[in-house]
């Protein structure tokens, strides 16, 4: 039996009227690419949000490895990365820097030694260090993307969170992020949660699909989850677009 790194169980988040996750619960196995995917406003940065002790929720239970979120301290963020969405690199820091900061803020590494370690980091996702020094208004959408997954990796984390990490990047540079995923979690043993809508990814990458859909959560693999007659389901992996991904895995 795969042992389970997060745990959700009878969770609840509203606002208003308005009922987002009914009595959610789902299970992460320890070395799986999980993808999460649902229509809008089903939840799925909600969801993340409250993993990351980010989104106090309504009422429910989240533990990761081993230990019970509590919003009123601080989570084991040192055992994760997250890549949000939008790349969240600070904008008045030198890559070298934003990759360097999570190392400065959660240990006490000499400064040549942390230098070192981001140095790796960039290398690790595919970048030369000549972009070392430049800010992130001067690189290109998809070197963001690598600059925040190396800032995510910087602690040696034991989960990644990517949220659409593809979202933006031309079919080529989506394909080697994909690959660029692939690679990393095989080679240094990651738990990965991904949120996204890119097919491919769902289909190309993960090992199992989450679908948020009526409060709560559909799991499994790609034909196990194609196999549901669930509406909402059914639309999204049908459309023409699913259909050509699916045949190409």
């Known amino acids: ?15 208003g009227d308005q009922v987002v996750h009914d009595g959610l619960c789902l299970d992460v196995r320890r070395d799986e690419i ?17 993993i990351l ?3 106090k929720p309504k009422s429910g239970t989240i533990t990761v490895l081993g230990q019970k979120i509590e919003y009123h301290q601080p989570g084991p963020s040192r ?22 900061l999570p190392i400065a803020l959660h240990s006490d590494m000499p400064v040549e030694t942390r230098h070192e370690l981001a140095s790796l980091k960039l290398l690790m996702v595919g970048l030369s260090l000549s972009v070392a020094d430049k800010y992130p208004s001067e690189l290109s959408g998809g070197m963001k993307k690598r600059v925040s997954l190396a800032r995510a ?21 989506a394909t080697a992020f994909d690959e660029l995923i692939t690679y990393l979690q095989g080679n240094l043993d990651l738990t990965v949660v991904m949120i996204t809508h890119d097919v491919d990814s769902l289909f190309n990458t993960c090992h199992r699909i989450a679908v948020l859909v009526d409060g709560k959560v559909k799991i499994g693999t790609v034909e196990e989850i194609l196999q549901s007659d669930h509406p909402w ?15 190409a895995i």
């Open 53 to 55: 002790g980010l989104q």
């Open 34 to 50: 999980l993808g999460v995917v649902g229509g809008s406003g089903s939840g799925k940065s909600v969801l993340l949000r409250s």
């Open 153 to 173: 990796l910087a602690l040696e984390p034991k989960i990644l969170f990517l949220d659409e990490p593809t979202a933006g990047l031309d079919p080529i540079g």
């Open 79 to 100: 055992c994760w990365g997250v890549l949000f969405q939008a790349g969240a690199l600070l904008s008045g820091l030198t890559v070298q820097q934003n990759v360097e």
């Open 233 to 247: 389901i059914k639309s999204y992996f049908g459309v023409p677009r699913a259909q050509r991904a699916r045949l």
């Open 1 to 15: 039996m795969m042992e389970t790194v997060i745990e959700v169980r009878d969770l609840v988040n509203s606002f």
